[in-house]
């Protein structure tokens, strides 16, 4: 297993479209988002936090994401970017809605919470087919955190849905 340090466009395309929704988001957050907050997990944070600052600096330092041949190997590559391309659908939805905590965390399809889970997945296809143990191990990380502290925002979520009725 070799690294080679140098700027990986595919990693720096898979940011951006991570990224660029995000700063969309930051102005048009769920009713309440804040009430949701206040009560995170610590240690959730902490690794969500770690796994993106790790996850940002290795996808975009190893080119090992960026196409140098067609193989099997690259249908890796193509469904993670079709995980991404979902992840953009979600987001348009999302901003077309009401921009509710239901609609922030309703499934997508069969996959829930996809606003956490579609890029945690892409990014541990990216891994893979990089063959990464760097960007593997960060994503991992990045996902218990981030993942995390989603099921516990849609678990209040569905308990105050309950209590009201």
């Known amino acids: 297993m070799s690294f080679n340090f140098v700027f990986s466009y595919i990693g720096a395309i898979f940011l951006l ?3 660029i929704p995000n700063f969309i988001w930051t102005k048009h957050q769920p009713k309440n988002y804040e009430s949701y907050v206040k009560n995170e997990n610590k240690l959730l ?8 600052v790790s ?7 190893f080119d090992d994401f960026n196409i140098n041949e067609i193989s ?3 249908l890796l590559l193509l469904i993670a970017f079709l995980l991404m391309l979902l992840y953009e659908w ?4 999302y901003f077309h809605s009401e921009q509710t905590m239901q609609d922030f965390y309703g499934n997508l399809f069969f996959i829930p919470i996809p606003g956490a889970v579609l890029p945690v997945i892409a990014f541990l296809l990216l891994a893979i087919y990089g063959r990464n ?3 593997f191990i960060a994503v991992l990380i990045l996902g218990i955190g981030h993942i995390g502290i989603h ?12 209590e009201e009725g």
Do not use: D
């Open 133 to 135: 143990l760097f960007l």
């Open 55 to 61: 996850v940002t600096g290795f996808v975009l330092v």
């Open 151 to 162: 099921l516990q925002h849609r678990s209040k979520l569905q308990t105050l849905m309950k």
């Open 45 to 52: 944070l902490c690794l969500e936090r770690i796994g993106e």
């Open 90 to 93: 979600f987001w348009i939805r």
């Open 17 to 19: 479209m991570l990224m």
């Open 72 to 74: 099997m190997n690259t």
